[in-house]
């Protein structure tokens, strides 16, 4: 069934404009039910990063009454579709007071990190390893062989699992009365130090918000091994590494995806 014929079966839906055809999900503008929602449609049959729809249908059920995701309004495994609310807000490049936009990331998190995760199975080591058949060349072999020895060696020093975004970047980050987080086709169970220290990475913190991020985070600072931190976000720098490799097989990367790609093998020496 192609994608107008499952619309076609969708009660209550109206006024589809496309957003963004992405490298596996094409994203649409839509009215459902008389709400303004997003429709994400998810190309299965290319499904090189191990996603899954009704996964992600499930954690957004989870964590509704944490507002601080999308709500999940409708779902069709078959064809692969689901629903959310239109989450409207602005992003951390059109803010100002970055230190009070740091603290709220912080607090959203913990707030996440916080929620039962009872009915989750999904871990990110298992993600990661599902990437692994699509590095076939020696040296994508060897920095895979790399990642997943850090994550394992990581995952023995603080040994507790939680349910984590695993891809917040300033882009899936809105700011209105709330923080929201959007795009949460990568979450699952994962170690809370890969969440901070993806954060860290991609909102480019300098040494002092990160230690104050961290404090927002923690009820004290000692709490937080700040040495582990920066070894998970060598972590968060394979990840992405591997991301944009598997990117660059299928689809065709932007000129700054490929700066990107090129930055993290000169840093990880790979």
Known sequence: MNLNESILKIDGLDSLSLIKSGAYKDTYHCMY???????GHYRIQQ????LNPQREANILSKINDLKLAPEALFFDEKASIIITSKIEG???????????LISRIAKGLLSLHSNDFIGVTHTFRDSLIAYRENLTSKQEEN???????LYDSLRNIYDGYCLCHNDLHPENVLFNDRIQFIDWEYASLNLPYFDLAYAIEHFQMNKSEIVYFISEYSESIQDIDLDTI????KLSKYVTLIWLLILDKYYTM?????????????????
């Open 90 to 100: 602005e992003h951390f490049s059109q803010l100002n007071e970055r230190k009070r």
């Open 33 to 39: 039910k008389g709400k303004n929602t997003i429709l």
């Open 143 to 149: 920095i895979f062989i790399q990642t997943i020895e």
């Open 47 to 50: 499904n090189y990063f191990n």
């Open 254 to 270: 932007s000129s700054s995806e490929t700066e990107l790609m090129a930055s993290l093998k000169m840093k990880l020496n790979v």
């Open 230 to 233: 920066n070894k998970y976000r």
